[in-house]
T-cell receptor, first 112, second 112 residues
Framework: DAKTTQPPSMDCAEGRAANLPCNHS???????VYWYRQIHSQGPQYIIH???NNETNEMASLIITEDRKSSTLILPHATLRDTAVYYC?????????????FGTGTRLQVFP | EAQVTQNPRYLITVTGKKLTVTCSQN?????MSWYRQDPGLGLRQIYY???????DKGDVPEGYKVSRKEKRNFPLILESPSPNQTSLYFC???????????FGDGTRLSIL
C-alpha cells in the first residue's frame, strides 16, 4: 500500500474552513484514499473516502488531484469539537487482504 | 445500534498471565482487524480476518493470537503478556474490501 505524508499539526479558527493536506505520490490505480479522525484516545472515526472523484458528505469534502498524488480534506466550518488527529490512509481494494496502514496523522487544533 | 464492542475497556495484569480481549460486531461484517496504538507510532495492525476461519498477520503480530470461529467475534489472545504489550488496543470491522472500518472504543492494557 502507498505511503502517505501529512503535516504533524495545524491550527484553524472556529467557523473557518480547515484544509488538511495529504501527499500520496506512490498511489496506484486501484487504491482508495480514506480519512479518519481520532478524538483523544477514542476509536478512530471514519470521515470520508474516494478513488478519483471529489466526494462530499455531511461531515467533510475530499478533493483528490487529477494525478491522484495528493488530496485535501476540507471541514467547511470547523468547530471546537473538530479538534482531533486526522489520518489519511491509502489502501487498495483487495479481496485477498485487509491491511490498512495508519501514519501519525495531523493534529488539528481548532481555536475560538 | 450498529457497533463494535470490546471488553474489557481497561485491564491491569502481570507478566505471563494469559488474557483475552473480546471483540464483537453486530453489523454482519466480513472483515475484522486488531490494532495497537502507542505514543508517537500511530495505529499498527496486529491481525486481520476476512471471514470465518480466515486470519492473517498484520504488521506487528508477534506475541498475539486471534481466532475467528464466528462471523461476529474476533478475540485477541495474549498467551504470555509482557510489559512491551502495554498499549491501547482497537478492534475494527468493515463490510467489504473498499468500505470504511468501524472501530470499537478501545481497550487499555497495562502489563506489569
Amino acid at each position: 500500500d502507498a505511503k502517505t505524508t501529512q503535516p504533524p499539526s495545524m491550527d484553524c479558527a472556529e467557523g473557518r474552513a480547515a484544509n488538511l493536506p495529504c501527499n500520496h505520490s506512490t498511489i496506484s490505480g486501484n487504491e482508495y484514499v480514506y480519512w479518519y479522525r481520532q478524538i483523544h484516545s477514542q476509536g478512530p472515526q471514519y470521515i470520508i473516502h474516494g478513488l478519483k472523484n471529489n466526494e462530499t458528505n455531511e461531515m467533510a469534502s475530499l478533493i483528490i488531484t487529477e494525478d491522484r498524488k495528493s488530496s485535501t480534506l476540507i471541514l467547511p466550518h470547523a468547530t471546537l469539537r473538530d479538534t482531533a488527529v486526522y489520518y489519511c490512509i491509502v489502501s487498495r481494494r483487495s479481496y485477498n487482504t485487509d491491511k490498512l496502514i495508519f501514519g501519525t496523522g495531523t493534529r488539528l487544533q481548532v481555536f475560538p | 445500534e450498529a457497533q463494535v464492542t470490546q471488553n474489557p475497556r481497561y485491564l491491569i495484569t502481570v507478566t505471563g498471565k494469559k488474557l483475552t480481549v473480546t471483540c464483537s460486531q453486530n453489523m454482519n461484517h466480513e472483515y475484522m482487524s486488531w490494532y495497537r496504538q502507542d505514543p508517537g507510532l500511530g495505529l499498527r495492525q496486529i491481525y486481520y480476518s476476512m471471514n470465518v476461519e480466515v486470519t492473517d498477520k498484520g504488521d506487528v503480530p508477534e506475541g498475539y493470537k486471534v481466532s475467528r470461529k464466528e462471523k461476529r467475534n474476533f478475540p485477541l489472545i495474549l498467551e504470555s503478556p509482557s510489559p512491551n504489550q502495554t498499549s491501547l488496543y482497537f478492534c475494527a470491522s468493515r463490510t467489504g474490501a473498499s468500505q470504511p472500518q468501524h472501530f470499537g472504543d478501545g481497550t487499555r492494557l497495562s502489563i506489569l
